[in-house]
């Protein structure tokens, strides 16, 4: 594998830095912003994705035909992390999730609707998969789609959907059949946000950040907005999973915090004495900083599978997400405790140490470890489909 940028990349890198420069704005751009906190959904947040999609940037590694650049997966990931470097929003759900599958799986009416407004970033999407049966389990989705004249009939419920309250479309999986075994049966729907028959309910995270409950009540969806074929929903689910895993956890706001603990380290004064003279923590720091590189090898190592086999890289990316969630968990732990009682002060309070930003880490971090799937499901899939044992062990 080769670790060095390319001439075209090294360019790329400074295109997107200097266009970062031109179109800094705080309303859209927030340093200590964790990973999995959302922002608000404003004129400010779609107008500065609009400026995205003029650079062409939200279709890179969509094929031609599809009014994509047919560039490689690596700028993509370039990109991602540069907008996440100085706290700002991210490619999404649209030219990830939905629309690499829609290229895939999609019906030419679905292609033709969809994707040009994906790419003129005029949609924005929310992914119904938790249910409160279901966890981290989609495959155990309940949701029932009933035949219905030309189209479905879906009852039931989601749970944890992040962007419910402000998303246009509603990506869904719904039981299609209930008698198939629990990974068939699945299919996968579009359906506007705005349909009567759905209910919305905010509920909040321990950490402030907002995901919601739907309820579906005879919500009607024709056939025309199924995705792909009947049945096989749960196996365009996971390989989609794979992209959000991966997509949905940069690296550069972990660095970002680990940069942050060490600077603290290096400056602060403790008993009289500089707190990087501590042999414990220097030992943490130390160990802490070796861990990043890690995580940030096992994402370019995710990324590099993704361009070199034809095979989805699953255990990549669910060994990426399981090592760099965890690591930002630790990270956080020891920033409270090499901080000390200040850590628990919120960026609101103007004496808060490193500003705020340990108490903010420690309660999100804990999120970082559930979204796209627990620790314990990443876990099971290196475990199956990386080291080959058996489910039932």
């Known amino acids: 594998m080769n670790f060095e940028f390319s001439d075209d990349e090294k360019q790329f890198i400074r295109d997107v830095a200097d266009f970062l420069r031109e179109n800094h704005d705080p309303q859209v751009m927030d340093l200590h912003r964790e990973n999995l ?15 995205l999609a003029e650079r062409g940037w939200l279709g890179i590694t969509w094929p031609a035909e599809y009014g994509g650049q047919d560039g490689k997966g690596f700028y993509e990931y370039l ?12 490619l999404g759900k649209g030219t990830g999730v939905v629309g690499k599958t829609l290229i895939r799986v999609g019906s030419p009416k679905l292609k033709a609707e969809f994707l040009p407004k994906i790419l003129a970033a005029e949609i924005e999407f929310a992914l119904g998969y938790t249910e409160p049966s279901a966890g981290s389990d989609a495959a155990a989705m309940r949701l029932k789609a009933e035949r219905s004249g030309d189209g479905w009939l879906l ?19 719904a039981r299609t059949d209930p008698q198939a075994p629990k990974h068939h049966g699945i299919t996968l729907f579009l359906l506007p946000m705005n349909h009567p028959g759905l209910t919305i309910q905010p509920m909040y995270t321990i950490g402030g950040e907002r995901t919601n409950a739907v309820f579906f009540d005879n919500v009607f969806v024709h056939d025309d907005y199924r995705v792909g074929e009947l049945g096989k929903g749960f196996q365009y689910i996971a390989e989609a999973l794979d992209i959000e895993r991966f997509g949905m956890f940069t690296f550069s706001p972990v660095r970002g915090r680990t940069e942050a603990l060490c600077d603290f380290v290096r400056s602060t004064r403790r008993d009289g004495k500089p707190l990087k003279d501590d042999p414990l923590a220097r030992q943490r720091v130390a160990q802490l900083a070796t861990e990043c590189e890690v ?5 370019v190592r995710f990324v590099d ?25 630790r990270l956080a732990d020891a920033t409270m405790d090499l901080v000390g009682p200040g850590g628990q002060l919120t960026r609101e309070c103007a004496d808060a ?9 420690y309660v999100l971090t804990l999120l970082e470890t559930i979204g796209g799937g627990t620790s314990e499901i990443q876990r099971n899939i290196i475990a199956t489909r990386k080291l080959g044992l058996p489910r039932n062990f």
């Open 37 to 51: 906190a959302q922002l608000v959904d404003t004129p400010a947040r779609r107008a500065f994705m609009r400026k």
């Open 79 to 90: 990109l991602n992390e540069l907008l996440s470097g100085v706290g700002a929003p991210q």
């Open 155 to 173: 009852n039931g419920q989601k749970t944890f959907t992040t962007s419910a309250h402000f998303a246009d479309w509603y990506w869904v999986g």
């Open 295 to 299: 995580a940030r090898l096992l994402g």
């Open 305 to 329: 599978a993704a361009l070199n086999s034809e095979r989805t890289p699953t255990a990549e990316a669910s060994a990426y997400k399981l090592y760099a969630t965890e690591y930002s968990r």
């Open 353 to 361: 140490p490193m500003e705020g930003r340990p108490c903010g880490s």
